[in-house]
């Protein structure tokens, strides 16, 4: 089966300054999808970024942006210029191609200070 | 547009109650789950299905069922509640390609005594 750990449960950052959050998972599949995903105290699940496991370039989303490293299968989130409203729980998710099931790492609660 | 609704948002059972969480999109998704999140655990799979009369367990089945008759509605059936199942239950659907995003409902927080 499939795993995904997230190695920081909490992490903090002040404002404008950037952060990474970390994310590895556990496959034997060569075809595979990755998101990171936001969960602010709302309980609202936001989707934040996305990347497809053939692409070679990282995906960018304005401020959000990922370091995808294939064969070390880690899949970090970096966001720069940290505001405010970026504080929330962020999720890593790993999607199988061909079963369609995804798997969640257990989050890092990201915390920012004006 | 009104994307995936989940009722209710909060519920309280006593143990070996049984109810029903309801799920509707409306979005024609052909893929559907049901996830249960408790704190410092993220997310895990309880349920899912990939079309109208398929479903299929995910990591944490037991407990739990599932039914998939029409396209837009997913309810999950809690047959004997059990304190174990405190946890806050979401709902999510997205297209059949493997790039789509999972919409996810507002959640719901159960509460079981």
């Known amino acids: 089966a499939q795993t995904v750990t997230q190695s920081q449960p909490e992490m903090s950052v002040q404002e404008a300054e950037t952060v990474t959050l970390s994310c590895t998972y556990d496959?034997?599949?060569?075809?595979?999808?990755l998101f990171w995903y936001k969960q602010p105290p709302s309980r609202q699940m936001i989707l934040v970024i996305r990347q497809e496991a053939y692409k070679q370039q990282n995906a960018t989303e304005n401020r959000f942006s990922v370091n995808f490293q294939k064969a070390a299968k880690s899949f970090s989130l970096k966001i720069s210029d940290s505001q405010l409203g970026d504080a929330a729980m962020y999720f890593c998710?790993?999607?199988?191609?061909?079963?369609?099931?995804?798997?969640f790492g257990d989050g890092t609660t990201l915390t920012v200070k004006p | 547009n009104a994307g995936v609704t989940q009722t209710p948002k909060f519920q309280v059972l006593k143990t070996g109650q049984s109810m029903t969480l309801q799920c509707a999109q409306d979005m024609n998704h052909e893929y559907m789950s049901w996830y249960r999140q408790d704190p410092g655990m993220g997310l895990r799979l309880i349920h899912y299905?990939?079309?109208?009369?398929?479903?299929d367990q995910g990591e944490v089945p037991n407990g739990y069922n599932v039914s998939r008759s029409t396209t837009e509605d997913f309810p999950l059936r809690l047959l004997s509640a059990a304190p174990s199942q405190t946890s806050v239950y979401f709902c999510?659907?997205?297209?059949?390609?493997?790039?789509?995003?999972?919409?996810f409902g507002n959640g719901t927080r159960l509460t079981v005594t």
């Open positions: 998710a790993y999607l199988e191609f061909n079963a369609g099931k995804s798997t």
């Open positions: 496959t034997s599949e060569s075809d595979y999808y």
């Open positions: 999510a659907s997205r297209f059949g390609g493997p790039t789509s995003p999972l919409h």
């Open positions: 299905s990939v079309g109208a009369g398929i479903t």
